[in-house]
């Protein structure tokens, strides 16, 4: 790998969801650590996988592998981190201000975006701190998908910028003392994240379209922020064996046409490439073995095709469950990168032609809705996006309308000092995710969701909502009033958790699957995304990965879910209407001819 020519002290990992940011992270740090550096593996990612990848059980403090001398990892738990941040803040003013007062200010930490902040300090502690890690000769960020990385690598500039400009010694994340005392250290974070000496920033894609565009849309803001030492990883790189196998030769095809149309901007970084790893990469054997040509052994060959799991149904098979209320939210939810934007798109295409009222939205920051679609439209559909900065306008607009008209020019000046905190973000696009499902009560509307973690986040956020809101206006939004209800109707809501036949997908499918439940939320049904298992495959490595699924097909099955729908891997990407149509055809081919 490039990046391990010479290696900086800080090397952080981002990219769109599911390219392998977590593989190639912790492939980096067990090489570095094999080499004889002690190294720390952190990740800021709410839906981290590093316990499963690497085998051991990992908290938010620094934690041995066993397996590889030198080699610390931990999680960044934002709900362990808030509660830990909530207590420092209040803690102190316990039994010292009268109970009424305590009990406010707890109610002010308790906002969702108090747990991005926690985080954040976290962070912050890791980076800007020398002492924090000062035992350690590399410090490796795993870092989350795209938006939420975005989100958190803008926050020390926006928090430093709201410090400066506050004069009320208040915010939405109650009393900014315990921010002022950070500011610092998050000064110290900014200053490490630009220094190219001691920080690389390595973009990790995939050998597609959609994954190189967000790697160079990410690469630009972070240069923005000053963060300039870049290379970019293209993991997962298909060479095919048997060239007679159509579908093998389509997906080697189909990765070469990526990186031949590649932005011209990422191809001034220094690459490196990792071949596809055809049985997954958990455990550090497969960890120090990722970017290996070798793929056949002993342990990993095929299964004959007895062992197949049968029986499952098509996309095409849940259309007409869904289409049956005539109305109503139908959400696609699961890990990035499995799919959830191509299957909302063909689901939406499908109610569509049946005649029905259809609007296609996303609420995820890195999701192309119009690009799947190819930008072609049907009469009946309507698609759109919700922005984070349109949203953030139209609600401190409404604000300042409805509790800022009766207010003298003092009281105006300290409203909309507070709608300038970096939190009206986050509650006017969840304003917006409310409004969108309020309007399934007279069409239907498809939701492609922003992945996991953020998504649990933001349907929590509903429980905390009204304090924050009510902050700055005195009624609580229908919309928003309704939404809990709503989507613990399943005759109005139907929530398809998407994910893909690997180990990864399937897992934080199933822990997203909990988290609905414990909100009263049940899954209409599982969508296997891209499955291998009907094609008639000749290709050895497209084969074994063939084989490898089976026992994630078995475990959706048999375990997970009550319901379960597949797509087979497409010859043709799945964009326009037409490929669209393919996937909820009632007799989807799975041979090329």
């Known amino acids: 790998m490039e990046f391990l020519n010479q290696p900086t002290r800080n090397l952080f990992f981002t990219g769109k969801g599911g390219v392998g940011k977590t593989s190639v992270a912790c492939a980096t740090a067990v090489r570095l650590a094999d080499a004889g550096k002690k190294v720390l593996l952190v990740s800021t990612d709410p839906a981290s996988n590093l316990d499963e990848v690497l085998g051991v059980a990992l908290e938010n403090h620094p934690t041995a592998i066993p397996a590889v001398p030198k080699l610390f990892a931990m999680n960044?738990?934002?709900?362990?981190?808030?509660?830990?941040?909530?207590?420092?803040?209040?803690?102190?003013?316990?039994?010292?201000?009268?109970?009424?007062?305590?009990?406010?200010?707890?109610?002010?930490?308790?906002?969702?975006?108090?747990?991005?902040?926690?985080?954040?300090?976290?962070?912050?502690r890791l980076l800007g701190d020398p002492t924090a890690t000062a035992e350690f000769d590399h410090v490796i960020f795993d870092t989350a998908p795209t938006g939420h990385t975005l989100r958190l690598l803008t926050l020390p500039s926006a928090w430093?910028?709201?410090?400066?400009?506050?004069?009320?010694g208040t915010s939405c994340l109650g009393p900014?003392?315990?921010?002022?005392?950070?500011?610092?250290?998050?000064?110290?974070?900014?200053?490490?994240?630009?220094?190219?000496?001691?920080t690389t920033l390595v973009l990790v894609a995939r050998a597609e379209a959609s994954a190189l565009r967000e790697a160079a849309r990410t690469s630009g803001e972070l240069a923005e922020l000053g963060v300039l030492n870049q290379q970019?990883?293209?993991?997962?790189?298909?060479?095919?064996?048997?060239?007679?196998?159509?579908?093998?030769?389509?997906?080697?095809?189909?990765?070469?046409?990526?990186?031949?149309?590649?932005p011209q901007e990422l191809k001034a970084f220094p690459q490196t490439v990792v071949p596809l790893s055809p049985s997954g990469v958990l455990g550090i054997d497969s960890l120090r073995r990722l970017g290996s040509t070798e793929f056949a052994s002993a342990d990993n060959s095929p299964h004959d095709d007895a062992e197949r799991v049968e029986g499952l149904?098509?996309?095409?098979?849940?259309?007409?469950?869904?289409?049956?209320?005539?109305?109503?939210?139908?959400?696609?939810?699961?890990?990035?990168g499995v799919g959830k934007t191509t299957v909302a798109a063909a689901v939406a295409v499908a109610i569509a032609e049946r005649g029905y009222e259809v609007h296609l939205s996303t609420t995820d920051?890195?999701?192309?809705?119009?690009?799947?679609?190819?930008?072609?439209?049907?009469?009946?559909?309507?698609?759109?996006?919700?922005?984070?900065?349109?949203?953030?306008?139209?609600?401190?607009?409404?604000?300042?309308?409805?509790?800022?008209?009766?207010?003298?020019?003092?009281?105006?000046?300290?409203?909309?000092?507070?709608?300038?905190?970096?939190?009206?973000?986050?509650?006017?696009?969840?304003?917006a995710f409310a409004d969108?499902?309020?309007?399934?009560?007279?069409?239907?509307?498809?939701?492609?969701?922003?992945?996991?973690?953020?998504?649990?986040?933001?349907?929590?956020?509903?429980?905390?909502?009204?304090?924050?809101?009510?902050?700055?206006?005195?009624?609580?939004?229908?919309?928003v009033e309704n939404l809990l209800p709503r989507l613990?109707?399943?005759?109005?809501?139907?929530?398809?958790?998407?994910?893909?036949?690997?180990?990864?997908?399937?897992?934080?499918?199933?822990?997203?699957?909990?988290?609905?439940?414990?909100?009263?939320?049940?899954?209409?049904?599982?969508?296997?995304?891209?499955?291998?298992?009907?094609?008639?495959?000749?290709?050895?490595?497209?084969?074994?990965?063939?084989?490898?699924?089976?026992?994630?097909?078995?475990?959706v099955k048999q375990v997970q879910a009550s319901r379960v729908a597949i797509i087979p891997w497409q010859i043709e990407p799945p964009i326009g209407l037409n490929e669209l149509r393919k996937l909820t055809h009632h007799e989807l081919e799975t041979s090329p001819s």
């Open 313 to 336: 149904a098509m996309l095409s098979e849940l259309i007409d469950d869904l289409v049956a209320p005539g109305h109503g939210v139908i959400l696609a939810m699961g890990k990035g």
């Open 488 to 555: 613990r109707d399943p005759l109005f809501t139907r929530v398809l958790i998407v994910t893909l036949p690997e180990a990864t997908p399937v897992h934080e499918a199933a822990a997203l699957q909990r988290d609905l439940r414990r909100a009263e939320i049940e899954p209409f049904a599982w969508v296997i995304n891209q499955v291998l298992s009907p094609l008639p495959l000749t290709d050895p490595l497209m084969k074994l990965r063939q084989s490898y699924e089976q026992k994630y097909l078995r475990e």
């Open 365 to 431: 920051p890195a999701a192309h809705i119009a690009a799947s679609l190819n930008d072609e439209r049907l009469p009946n559909l309507s698609v759109s996006r919700i922005d984070p900065e349109v949203e953030t306008a139209k609600y401190s607009a409404e604000v300042l309308g409805r509790a800022g008209k009766n207010l003298d020019q003092q009281g105006k000046a300290l409203l909309e000092e507070d709608l300038r905190s970096p939190c009206t973000e986050e509650i006017a696009v969840f304003r």
């Open 436 to 479: 969108a499902v309020a309007a399934g009560t007279n069409q239907f509307v498809v939701l492609d969701t922003a992945p996991t973690g953020h998504t649990v986040l933001l349907l929590d956020s509903a429980l905390a909502y009204h304090r924050e809101v009510t902050r700055q206006a005195s009624e609580m939004p229908e919309a």
């Open 76 to 124: 960044l738990d934002p709900e362990k981190s808030a509660a830990e941040y909530r207590e420092r803040m209040v803690g102190p003013y316990r039994g010292l201000l009268p109970e009424a007062a305590v009990k406010s200010m707890e109610e002010q930490f308790s906002g969702s975006c108090t747990l991005e902040i926690a985080a954040f300090d976290e962070f912050s």
């Open 176 to 198: 900014l003392a315990g921010l002022q005392d950070q500011q610092k250290l998050y000064k110290e974070s900014v200053r490490a994240l630009s220094d190219s000496a001691i």
């Open 232 to 262: 970019l990883v293209v993991n997962g790189v298909f060479q095919a064996v048997d060239t007679s196998d159509p579908y093998a030769v389509a997906l080697q095809q189909r990765g070469a046409e990526a990186l031949q149309a590649m």
């Open 160 to 168: 430093d910028g709201f410090m400066e400009e506050n004069t009320t």
